[in-house]
C-alpha cells in the first residue's frame, strides 16, 4: 500500500478504527497497539 493510497483511504477512518479496537480490546492501551499497527 502506498502512502496516497493509505492517507485517502485509511487516514479518514482512523477514529471509527480506534472506536472498534477498543470495543473489541476492552482496553484502551490495547486499542492504540492495534491503530498504530495500521
Known amino acids: 500500500m ?3 493510497i493509505f492517507h485517502e483511504q485509511v487516514f479518514p477512518i482512523r477514529h471509527k478504527l480506534y472506536r ?3 470495543r473489541i480490546t476492552g482496553s484502551v492501551h490495547e486499542a492504540e497497539d492495534v491503530v498504530q499497527e495500521v
Open 20 to 22: 472498534f479496537a477498543l
Open 2 to 4: 502506498t502512502w496516497n
